[in-house]
Structures are given as C-alpha cells and as structure tokens.
C-alpha cells in the first residue's frame, strides 16, 4: 500500500496563478482533510470530506477550494495565489476519529 | 487564548534522557487525544492516541491524559538521537481535529 500521496512535491506559483493540488489513498479511507503547516502555527484545517460526496470548511478556508472526486481522491485548488497561501501543505485520511495518516506534503512558494 | 497550546521549545536532551512533552487545551468537547511525531521535511506520524483520562503505555511511549486539569502529556523512555524530531499533540471532537504547533526535540548523543 502506498499510503496517502500527494502531487507536486514541490511548486513555485506567481501571485494570481492557479493551481491544484492532488491527493489520493489507497486505505479505502472515508474521510480526508486538506491542512497547511507554517511555522509556529502547528497543522491548521483548511477543508475536510467526510465521505465521498460531501465536504465541510475547516478553521482558513478563505482563498481555497476542494473537490472530493471519488473516494480515493481529494483534490485543493487556488484559483488566485497570493502569498499569504505560500507554506506546506498535507493531506490526511482517516476511518477512525482517534487517528490520521498524512502525506508527505507539497511546499508552495508564491512569489 | 488558543484552543491548544504547546511549548515550541526547542527541547535538547543527552541520550537516555526521559523526555517530558506537554500541551493544555481549553475546550472540554475535545474526546480523542493524539500525539504524532513529524521528521524534517516529512509528514506527521501517528504515534500514540487515548481517549480517556490516565496513562497509555506504548514500548519506551507513555501519553498521559489529565481531562480535569486539560492537560496531556507525552513521555519517552531512554531517548535515543532517532527521537530527535517535532512532536505534534492534536485533539478532535467530531471532524474538528485542532492541532498544537509542535515541540521541537533534540536528543544529543
């Protein structure tokens, strides 16, 4: 099993460029989350699906959305990058309440 | 105040130290708690998670709960330098899983 994966690894935007970045499990988890980390400020949600279908904004929603494509598949767009939005971002999944599995992350640099 | 808080640290110890890693939170609906320990550059792991008041024992792992006080706290046992990492707590009601911002931890051979 592959885990959680996530594509870029990396990604260097101009302010206003678009882009989205894609997740995928193979855990045939139900939910699955979109956070970014930026220093000092810990792991903080940005959207959540809790079953193929549906999804739910978290705590910094402003500036992103998410597309929940298929069980497997969990998809965070910027329409219009700003630099505020540069950090590193994680998705998760999860079946349980008590624990996550994460991705290994995709650095963003808006510029 | 924020709903979780926790030293950032960072934290140097010598090797076969016990280490002692510690967040309070202010909302009592919290019902899952979680520690994950994340490498440079790499996501978090899941190390350990409890659900209720008092001690979980995981090999040289202890996370212990206080919902009274709303304090947890996470132990290790003869660190050893693979430890040396940042150690997340996070806690969840529902979807709402709220994480603190991480002690970083150093052990030093």
């Known amino acids: 099993n592959a885990g959680v994966t996530q594509t870029p690894k990396f990604q260097v935007l101009k302010t206003g460029q678009s882009m989205t970045l894609q997740c995928a499990q193979d855990m045939n988890h139900n939910s699955m989350y979109w956070y970014r980390q930026d220093p000092g400020m810990g792991l903080r949600l940005i959207y959540y699906s809790a079953s193929e279908g549906t999804t739910d904004k978290g705590e910094v929603p402003n500036g992103y959305n998410v597309s929940r494509l298929n069980k497997r598949e969990f998809s965070l767009r910027l329409e219009s990058a700003a630099p505020s939005q540069t950090s590193v971002y994680f998705c998760?999944?999860?079946?349980?309440?008590?624990?996550?599995?994460f991705g290994p992350g995709t650095r963003l640099t808006v510029l | 105040q924020k709903e979780v808080e926790q030293d950032p640290g960072p934290l140097s110890v010598p090797e076969g130290a016990i280490v002692s890693l510690n967040c309070t939170y202010s909302n009592s609906a919290f019902q899952y708690f979680m520690w994950y320990r994340q490498y440079s550059r790499k996501g978090p792991e899941l190390l350990m998670y409890t659900y209720s008041s008092g001690n979980k024992e995981d090999g040289r792992f202890t996370a212990q709960v206080d919902k009274s006080s709303k304090y947890i706290s996470l132990f290790i046992r003869d660190s050893q330098p693979s430890d040396s990492a940042t150690y997340l707590c996070a806690m969840d009601y529902g979807q709402n899983f709220v994480f603190g911002p991480g002690t970083r931890l150093s052990v030093l051979p």
């Open positions: 998760a999944s999860n079946w349980r309440p008590d624990t996550q599995y």
